[in-house]
């Protein structure tokens, strides 16, 4: 057990940097993911920022969690994009006839995942500074901020995963990332969801972006997180459970 363990790890490395250096040889991609949110953001302060009422005086730190939530959504379709793309040109086939572990190829696409949408993250927060952003959180509020980023790439990731392995096309194999991407838009990220008209608010209240959102802005402000830290971990654990579950089964069916 011990010989497979050792052989799984060093194996999902490989593969693991494999996948990044198609990362770091098209830096194209990182870029993409970030140029978008931080357009958003731009709009959203400069912009919109003087009509919005938050009950905040910086609507920078007010904004930042759910751009960063964008942002994460954006990243993972270029997870399923690169799945697709193993899929069609037959290397998981040559990967399945070498002596390594059948599931590091995988492996290696979510790990990938969660470093590059780790850099675009940290290019975010750098351009966030320089537009004024400052939390006075300390070293542990900030390991929550990341673990909860974490947990929410990772969810998204294996629900990536599911989209590269089904898809039929390159089309489709992305246009899932869209309702993600749109969702922060119907939640508290860039306006309290007391503005909202019944039936959106409660379903601004209710979907997993306004808690995880919440969570964030709390924990970056020193404020108390009540219940929400709580519902925000409960969303990214049971769907990376359940993504992981289907992912896995359908990363078999085509390995079969």
Known sequence: ?????????????????????????SMDTVITVTITPIAMMLLFVYVFGGAI????????????????????????????????????SGIFERFHSMPIARSAALWGHVLTSLVSNAISVAVILLVALIMGFRSSAG??????VAGILALFT??????????????????????????????????????PTASMPGPVRIFAENQ???SIVNAIRSLLAQQPVGNDIWVALA??????????????????????
């Open 1 to 25: 057990m011990k010989l497979i363990q050792k052989y799984f790890f060093s194996d999902m490395s490989v593969m693991l940097g494999r996948s990044m250096r198609h990362i770091f040889r």
């Open 53 to 88: 009422q938050t009950g905040t005086d910086n609507y920078v730190n007010y904004l930042l969690p759910g751009i960063l939530l964008m942002a994460i959504a954006s990243g993972i379709a270029y997870t399923a994009y690169r799945l697709f793309m193993d899929m069609q």
């Open 139 to 144: 070293i542990l509020s900030w390991l929550a």
């Open 154 to 191: 990772l969810a998204l990731t294996w629900i990536a995963a599911i989209a590269g392995l089904s898809a039929k096309s390159v089309d489709g194999a992305g246009a899932f990332s869209y309702p993600l991407i749109f969702l922060p838009f119907i939640s508290s990220a860039f306006v």
């Open 208 to 210: 997993p972006v306004t």
């Open 235 to 256: 969303w990214c654990v049971g769907i990376l459970i359940v993504a992981y579950v289907f992912a896995i089964r359908a990363y078999k069916r085509k390995a079969a």
